[in-house]
Nanobody, 122 residues
């Protein structure tokens, strides 16, 4: 199994940037696809972005495409989500996930981090 720990969340003004990190331990990191999901209060968990095991393919939700960038460093067992031009509607708890399938569907990921809060507000 693999354990995931997110970090890098915080409070930022609209138009600002944050970079989230996801550090993995307990598995072979390079064999897993990685995904980022988010959940706002009262809403269902929402897909944000995913990257395949070697980093050669990425997918983004329409709401973040052009503003967010997912990446990974397999030598460091770490995935990243660079978030630029942040909007109030990006406010949510952000979760890192690992799974055997490169997928936009949360149920396809077997391992999840504890989440990190991102708040975008003036």
């Amino acid at each position: 199994q693999v354990q995931l720990v997110e970090s890098g969340g915080g409070l930022v003004q609209p138009g600002g940037s944050l970079r989230l990190s996801c550090i993995a331990n307990g598995g072979t990191f390079s064999t897993y696809a990685l995904g980022w999901f988010r959940q706002a209060p009262g809403k269902e968990r929402e897909f944000v972005s995913t990257i395949n095991r070697n980093g050669g393919a990425t997918t983004y939700a329409d709401s973040v495409r052009g503003r967010f960038t997912i990446s990974r460093d397999n030598a460091k067992n770490t995935a990243y989500l660079q978030m630029n031009i942040l909007k109030p509607e990006d406010t949510a708890e952000y979760y890192c996930a690992a799974g055997t399938t490169y997928s936009t569907i949360s149920r396809d990921y077997g391992y999840w981090g504890q989440g990190t809060q991102v708040t975008v507000s003036s």
